[in-house]
């Protein structure tokens, strides 16, 4: 939802840095296009340090976190 909803119109209307999503799940994911995908548990420290590490260039203003379901 994220993707279609920020990324892929982002790209459509040419913007020069669209936004970055993660997404991190315990089980292995479908790709989805402008998805970073992480397979591991958020709760370990390891995982929210790689997380980290791919947004750390993001401001905090464009930053959003969508728990799944």
């Known amino acids: 939802v994220l993707?279609?909803?920020l990324y892929l119109p982002a790209v459509?209307?040419?913007?020069a840095d669209p936004p970055r999503i993660v997404s991190v799940?315990?089980?292995?994911?479908a790709a989805v296009e402008?998805?970073?995908?992480l397979q591991g548990d958020i709760t370990s420290e390891s995982t929210a340090a790689r997380v980290?590490?791919?947004l750390s260039d993001v401001s905090s203003k464009s930053t959003a976190v969508?728990?799944?379901r």
Request: glycine share 18%; net charge positive.
């Open 34 to 37: 402008g998805v970073t995908q």
């Open 12 to 15: 459509r209307s040419g913007l």
């Open 66 to 68: 969508q728990e799944g």
């Open 52 to 54: 980290g590490q791919l």
């Open 3 to 5: 993707s279609r909803r």
């Open 25 to 29: 799940d315990l089980q292995p994911m």
